[in-house]
């Protein structure tokens, strides 16, 4: 198949989808795919559109060119009538059979390059515009999963300069956790606890974003679980070395030990898988989504947050557990195309 492994964008998380992309695009032209790597923001003037997918091709190349365009990345944004799609990108998607979306955070994974690929006719992996926005906002998350029974911290969603930020008043008490409500791969995300600590926090995530939540720390054991079609994948624990599962120790060969499948007993894995699950059909997912939980001492499991396009990278999880379900790098990348054109069908 021809296919835009589409990757990179405005988002916080440019630099890791330029990762994801990378290896994606390198596994599917091993699979024999006529796969090309794209910048969606900055697109590429040099390749020609009457030989856009050829049999020749440096992945890594074309990575390095999307990555020198990172300092352009302040002054390109910052022009407001700068369209989102880079040059010739939407050619390109639309001469693809399909485009495997690699774009994480804002811009991206938040519903709003699926909706102009639905308007456009432009098939794409991943789940709906619905899901993904849905999936990206982590409050309306919260808001949807609780109505599906799923269990979700305690806690508030406060909107800067308007909503009391007293945590008195919605009940909470240190250690709290302070998140932005959009953000993705723990950007902006805070264990706090004093309220030095909290205003710092606060001040913090609001430059981020308008919208934070602020909810109860569990303390105890962090899970994910990937769901694929409905049915979910082993289980991975994440045990940071140092501090919690944040942006560097996610992204940093070697600073967590990943468990897969993890040690649990049976009724607990049932369970977990069973939220993770509901979660995906809580959110009218279509495809797939990956699920992140903790579990406390006394064995309670709380939903934290999905992921309607995860990470791809070497070090990220659901590509550890499909491997765990028997699937290598490449037949999971070939999966996610696989569940993604069934939608289509």
Same mark, same amino acid.
């Given at each position: ?24 695009? &390198? @596994? ?22 009457? !030989?856009?997918? #050829? *049999?020749?091709? *440096?992945?890594? &190349? ?16 910052? !022009?407001?009538?700068? =369209? ?6 939407? =050619? ?11 774009? $994480? ?8 390059? /699926? ?12 789940? !709906?515009?619905? =899901? ?16 599906? !029974? ?8 406060? $909107? ?25 791969? =723990? ?78 007993? #049976? ?5 977990? /898988? @069973? ?5 995906? $059909?809580?959110?009218?997912?279509? @495809?797939?989504?990956?699920? *992140? ?16 396009? %995860?990470?791809?990278? %070497?070090?990220?999880?659901? %590509? /550890? ?25």
């Amino acid at each position: 198949m021809k296919i835009v492994v589409l990757c990179g964008g405005t988002s916080t998380e440019r630099d890791i989808s330029i990762i994801s992309g990378t290896g994606v695009c &390198k @596994a599917l032209r091993e699979r024999g795919h006529a796969a090309i790597l794209l910048d969606v923001f900055f697109g590429d003037g040099q390749i020609d559109l009457m !030989n856009a997918f #050829p *049999d020749d091709y *440096d992945v890594d &190349k074309a990575a390095l060119y999307i990555r020198s365009m990172n300092p352009k990345l302040k002054s390109a944004t910052a !022009n407001p009538q700068r =369209s989102f799609f880079g040059l010739n990108v939407l =050619s390109l998607c639309r001469m693809a059979d399909i485009v495997f979306l690699t774009l $994480h955070g804002s811009n991206g994974e938040d519903g709003r390059v /699926q909706a102009a690929f639905d308007l456009m006719r432009i098939k794409y992996t991943g789940t !709906n515009y619905t =899901s993904s926005a849905l999936s990206m906002d982590k409050s309306m998350t919260k808001l949807m999963l609780a109505a599906h !029974n799923i269990p979700v911290p305690r806690g508030t969603t406060v $909107h800067r300069g308007v909503d009391s930020i007293h945590i008195e008043d919605y009940g909470l008490h240190f250690p709290i956790v302070v998140k932005v409500a959009c953000g993705g791969s =723990s950007v902006g995300v805070y264990i706090v606890y004093n309220e030095e600590e909290y205003e710092k926090a606060l001040e913090e995530a609001f430059k981020l974003e308008p919208t934070v939540i602020i909810e109860e720390y569990i303390k105890g054991r962090e899970f994910s679980v990937g769901v694929i079609d409905g049915k979910a994948l082993p289980i991975i624990e994440i045990a940071p070395k140092k501090g919690f599962y944040d942006y560097k120790n996610k992204y940093t060969p070697g600073a967590t030990v990943d468990t897969c499948p993890a040690d649990l007993t #049976p009724d607990i894995t049932r369970k977990m /898988q @069973a939220y993770a699950e509901g979660c995906y $059909h809580a959110l009218f997912t279509d @495809a797939y989504l990956r699920v *992140d939980f903790m579990m406390n001492a006394d064995g309670d499991i709380y939903c934290l947050e999905a992921n309607s396009l %995860p990470g791809m990278t %070497p070090t990220s999880l659901m %590509p /550890q557990e499909a491997a765990a379900a028997g699937m290598d790098y490449g037949s999971f990348c070939e999966k996610l195309l696989e569940v993604s054109l069934a939608k289509y069908r």
